[in-house]
């Protein structure tokens, strides 16, 4: 059963373009979101997160949009740029949970 | 570099072997964490350890185990080994817990012949 459900499994943007990646939940007890990104060889590295009691958090290009009634929350990624490409997991844990449950990435593809 | 160190980074061994892959986490990082990645599950928890007890246990084959040592690096071991144990496997630290946010080494990549 997957618990956290990503969307698109891949995307194909422009320089300058907004990528938008997005996640959706069924565990109601999710109370941490993070974002990671993941270049060919590398381990995934934390990009942003956001807690359900906010609506929207901007880091730099990088914004996350959580609506916490439909149990969705999705990547902005402005300006998108070549060195942007990359394998985009979402994931989600639980309070006193000590495990992230990943979403199946998004390969991000960003031409110049 | 994440200051997780993984080794090796690539193995290549046969069917019903045993391999042991190591973890030296970062710089005051009590938590380990070992993921499974591969192509069709993405990447999926296996077991995390708290300044060597076990602290959670996820989908971990019975196959597998995983310790943590007084100097804090962990081994996951994985014996009688299938094709489809072929995979990367990434370990992770972090201060306290998930909410502080993980750090991920560079992974071993698994092969199974």
């Known amino acids: 059963q997957q618990q956290v459900k990503q969307s698109p499994q891949s995307l194909i943007v422009q320089k300058g373009g907004i990528s938008i990646i997005n996640c959706a939940y069924e565990?109601?007890?999710?109370?941490?979101f993070p974002w990671y990104q993941q270049f060919p060889g590398k381990g995934p590295a934390l990009l942003i997160a956001?807690?359900?009691?906010?609506s929207e958090k901007k880091e730099g290009r990088f914004t996350i949009s959580f609506n916490k009634s439909a149990k969705q929350f999705s990547l902005h990624i402005m300006d998108s740029q070549p060195g942007d490409s990359a394998t985009y997991f979402c994931?989600?844990?639980?309070?006193?949970?000590?495990?992230?449950?990943f979403g199946k990435g998004t390969k991000l593809t960003v031409n110049p | 570099d994440s200051g997780v160190t993984q080794t090796p980074k690539h193995l290549i061994t046969a069917t019903g072997q045993r391999v042991t892959l190591r973890c030296s986490p970062r710089?005051?990082?009590?938590?380990v964490y070992w993921y499974q990645q591969s192509l069709d599950q993405g990447l999926q928890f296996l077991i995390q350890?708290?300044?060597?007890?076990?602290?959670a246990k996820g989908n971990i084959l019975e196959r597998f185990s995983a310790q943590q040592f007084p100097d804090l690096h962990s081994e996951l071991n994985l014996s009688s080994l299938e094709l489809g144990d072929s995979a990367l496997y990434f370990c992770a630290s972090s201060v306290v817990g998930v909410n502080y946010g993980y750090t991920f080494g560079s992974g071993t990549r698994l092969t199974v012949v």
């Open positions: 565990n109601t007890a999710f109370d941490y």
């Open positions: 350890y708290y300044n060597g007890e076990e602290r």
């Open positions: 956001i807690r359900p009691d906010v």
């Open positions: 710089s005051g990082d009590l938590s």
């Open positions: 994931a989600a844990a639980q309070g006193g949970s000590e495990k992230l449950v």
